[in-house]
């Protein structure tokens, strides 16, 4: 009896904090990766607006 009690008290709920951790964990690592990839086409459009206005700027100072 003091063993079914035991793993009642002690060990199903560290075996339930262990999976509900785990599982927390890897939905962090997946929302993480999302915002990431997701972020790609931004960061892309940023830096070939920059490229386009430093060759505006480029071509105006060519002109004077």
């Known amino acids: ?3 079914v009690l035991d793993a009642m008290y002690i ?3 560290l075996f339930w904090f262990s999976a509900v951790s785990w599982s927390g964990v ?3 690592f997946a929302v993480s990766s999302a ?3 997701g972020s790609k086409g931004t960061q892309q459009a ?3 607006g ?3 206005i430093l060759n ?3 071509k105006g ?3 004077k």
Do not use: A, E, F, R
């Open 26 to 28: 890897n939905l962090g």
């Open 11 to 13: 060990v199903l709920p």
């Open 1 to 3: 009896m003091n063993l």
């Open 50 to 52: 920059s490229l386009v």
């Open 56 to 58: 505006m700027v480029k």
């Open 46 to 48: 940023g830096t070939q």
């Open 35 to 37: 915002i990431s990839s």
């Open 61 to 63: 100072i060519m002109k």
